[in-house]
């Protein structure tokens, strides 16, 4: 079976913050090489491209968010040019960082928060959140760099985060090199209502179709299974930063067959993995054209949940 190989290296950064104080969690990278494909022409409602890798990044993230129950983000200009300066500074420098350095060419700002605050998105003390995702590729669609950090789980929990309300992308191209795409993810004011507490989802999401059977752990850092490169595609199940999700079983199996061995995230055990969300990573490559059960019991905030959904592989 042929696949598209994209060199691709992907980080993240995910910061809350109130007026008590905050926290968050980051990583970094080195370039390797992706299978994950978005496949547009199959997915009904899905984005139109517009040739623009920011734009179309941006809206595949949407379309994802949005097949999987949450609200897209609506696109801020502010964000924007966060964004994109950040991927220019990347571009004119061929790196790939969440941190910038002072004097280098293309500086706007040392951290993403700074890079956010020189843009004009102010950051008050009564509470917000931001994140950002990035990825450096051979390829320049914006529908392949998108599906790539969905893929990645540590991106997933950032991109797939409910509590994020608006977001920008940019996007730059070094000559016959790597295009650099960023998101900035935020939201000024925290909705703490129960409804928005108790939100929970899954994915790949109920009845998916065409899903990877594969994902290149060495392509994330942190690498989420340190020990084994090719693996089975992520599965998660999110909630809301600030709630907390417990889990007690989580198990993935072929319909008919037995439960597949997995890697476990969660936040006791993998501080990468937010307190809102778990996963497990099956340890071998998912089959192909084969529909998957998943069922999985533990709590939210306390309270016991349950669900169990199924996807089928491409």
């Known amino acids: 079976m042929g696949r598209s190989l994209r060199p691709v290296l992907s980080i993240l950064v ?10 968050g969690n980051g990583g970094s990278g080195t370039t390797t090489s992706s299978p994950v494909k978005a496949v547009t022409s199959l997915d009904p409602g899905a984005p139109q491209t517009t040739g623009n890798t920011a734009t179309d990044g941006f809206n595949w993230f949407n379309f ?3 097949q999987a129950g949450l609200p897209g983000v609506a ?16 571009k004119l ?3 790939i960082t969440h941190e910038q350095i002072a004097g280098k060419p293309g500086f706007t700002g040392q951290t993403t928060g700074d890079r956010l605050m020189a843009a004009g998105y102010l950051l008050p003390a009564g509470g917000y959140a931001y994140g950002e995702v990035i990825s450096a590729t051979s390829d320049r669609s914006g529908f392949n760099a998108a599906e790539d950090l969905i893929a990645a789980i540590y991106h997933r929990f950032v991109i797939f985060e409910p509590i994020f309300k608006e977001g920008g992308s940019g996007a730059a ?24 507490r108790s939100r929970l989802f899954t994915y790949p999401y109920s009845g998916q179709q065409r899903v990877p059977v594969n994902f290149l752990s060495d392509n994330e850092v942190p690498d989420p299974v340190p020990n084994i490169n090719e693996v089975g595609y992520p599965v998660s199940v999110h909630s809301t930063l600030g709630t907390t999700l417990a889990v007690q079983s989580f198990t993935i199996r072929p319909r008919g067959g037995d439960p597949l061995p997995v890697q476990l995230l969660r936040h006791d055990t993998d501080p990468q993995t937010p307190g809102s969300a778990v996963a497990i990573i099956p340890l071998g490559v998912l089959k192909a054209a084969t529909t998957y059960d998943v069922q999985f019991t533990g709590s939210l905030d306390g309270a016991g949940i349950s669900r169990s959904w199924a996807f089928t592989t491409q």
């Open 14 to 23: 995910l910061l809350a913050l109130a007026a008590c104080g905050g926290g």
């Open 64 to 66: 994802r968010r949005q």
């Open 75 to 90: 696109r801020n200009a502010k964000l924007d040019l966060a964004a994109q300066g950040h991927s220019d500074y990347q």
């Open 93 to 95: 420098n061929d790196t």
């Open 173 to 196: 191209t070094v000559t016959n090199g790597l295009t650099y795409f960023t998101t900035d993810f935020a939201t000024i004011g925290i909705d703490t209502t129960p409804q928005e």
